[in-house]
T-cell receptor, first 116, second 111 residues
């Protein structure tokens, strides 16, 4: 299995621009998670989906952030407009259990976002 | 919500020595405790996990112990090697897929 795939691996953009991060979960997994990692705040859960449905988006910092999962094999995290404080590494993770059962999460390699 | 505290934040050991990282959690409903290893420039990778019905689990040089009464769990690495150098994260989950991560421990194994 190829594992969780994220693209791009690095993104440099200017303040005010729209940024779209992409994730392909492990085939057969029905849970998908978006995390943000910074030195100051560590690993923060932004949002997670079960069976393509957003379950908990309480970690999404502002309305500038949005996430979608149109099908079981693809998800996007969008920031519009981007700000320098959004600079971080964004991870996507997928898991094999449903909403009512805990399960292991497998992380992708991350996207390093720099907003100038 | 759940609060996970992790100590120490940095740990330096000599190759061959043991390393211990400790985490505490606040929610007694937490029932799943994974440990992740993150190498520079990579995503966290699961190295071992334990569920609340088990007190200890081993996998070669790595072991995890859980004390539900005291609400703490620990990662033990024996015979450390330079390739064990990384940042280690603990996490706790009450179910429903939501993980609460500790702040991480940077382990440095000196050759």
């Amino acid at each position: 299995d190829a594992g969780v795939i994220q693209s791009p691996r690095h993104e440099v953009t200017e303040m005010g621009q729209e940024v779209t991060l992409r994730c392909k979960p492990i085939s057969g997994h029905n849970s998908l998670f978006w995390y943000r990692q910074t030195m100051m705040r560590g690993l923060e859960l932004l949002i997670y989906f079960n069976n393509n449905v957003p379950i908990d988006d309480s970690g999404m910092p502002e309305d500038r952030f949005s996430a979608k999962m149109p099908n079981a094999s693809f998800s996007t995290l969008k920031i519009q407009p981007s700000e320098p404080r959004d600079s971080a590494v964004y991870f996507c993770a997928s898991g094999g259990q449903g909403a009512a059962v805990f399960g292991t999460q497998y992380f992708g390699p991350g996207t390093r976002l720099t907003v100038l | 919500g759940e609060n996970v505290e992790q100590h120490p934040s940095t740990l330096s050991v000599q190759e061959g020595d043991s390393a211990v990282i400790k985490c505490t959690y606040s929610d007694s409903a937490s029932n799943y405790f994974p440990w992740y290893k993150q190498e520079l420039g990579k995503g966290p990778q699961l190295i071992i996990d334990i569920r609340s019905n088990v007190g200890e689990k081993k996998d070669q040089r790595i072991a995890v112990t859980l004390n539900k009464t005291a609400k703490h769990f620990s990662l033990h690495i024996t015979e450390t090697q330079p390739e064990d150098s990384a940042v280690y994260f603990c996490a706790a989950s009450t179910g429903f897929n939501k993980f609460y991560f500790g702040s991480g421990t940077k382990l440095n194994v000196k050759p």
